[in-house]
């Protein structure tokens, strides 16, 4: 209580320099888009895009900012396996958390994590292994989205922060299928995840994404270190 939102939300990693381009953005009466390292309630760091429009009244001043947030972070974990050497990218998946599974070109399985064969094995009822073709265990009404997915990550163009539900459960994943690299800047591979946001879906129906309007004095006076 009597604490402003840049108070609990931002910490000692949190960049300055972001936070003065949102400030002059704002004293322009401009939007502005950036990436954000928040802090939860126990310090744990977690990474959003802030997205602020400005509203305006029809004498073009500035009444209020819409502030978007989109929690990112799995994206930045995400981009931060795909430049590790294969060694340490099978390293990575196998004891991370959330669903992660390595595929080659072919769609076979090379690796994945225990999150993945637990949800291979409760929601489609078939174990997950190397060396099989990943859509066995794919759900039939999800095989050619994923197939599609797969093989654009494989041209190199990745797919992020994608909601899904899960065929036939209420469960709801948001998934990435982000192609790797060797050193020569060869996609040799792609990394598919998902995490589990279904406890967010089921709270609000924006789940990533939590508007609050602002005057613009309310956001000017909220704003911190970022």
């Keep these: 209580m009597g604490q402003y939102p840049s108070a609990l939300l931002h910490g000692p990693e949190t960049n300055l320099d972001t936070y003065y381009k949102i400030k002059n953005a704002v004293d322009k009466g401009n939007s502005f888009f950036y990436e954000v390292l928040h802090y939860t309630k126990s310090k744990t760091k977690y990474w959003v895009y802030l997205d602020g429009q400005c509203i305006k009244n029809q004498a073009g001043e500035v009444e209020k900012y819409v502030i978007v947030l989109t929690d990112v972070s799995e994206l930045k974990r995400q981009k931060e396996l795909v430049m590790r050497s294969e060694s ?23 690796n994945y994590n225990l999150a993945a064969a637990n949800a291979s094995s409760r929601l489609f009822k078939k174990p997950l292994s190397k060396g099989i073709n990943v859509l066995e265990n794919v759900p039939v009404e999800s095989k050619s989205d994923f197939s599609y997915l797969a093989q654009l990550a494989f041209q190199g163009t990745a797919t992020t922060n994608r909601e899904v539900r899960v065929p036939h459960t209420n469960i709801y994943w948001q998934v990435n299928y ?13 990394v598919f995840t998902a995490l589990d946001i279904t406890a967010r879906k089921q709270e609000e129906d924006n789940t990533m994404r939590t508007k609050m309007p602002l005057s613009q004095a309310e956001i000017m006076a909220n704003m911190g270190s970022w």
């Design 88 to 110: 340490e990218l099978n390293a990575l998946i196998s004891n991370t958390g959330g669903i992660h599974v390595l595929l080659d070109e072919n769609l076979q399985v090379l």
């Design 178 to 190: 982000i192609p790797t690299k060797d050193h020569t800047g060869k996609v040799i591979g792609i």
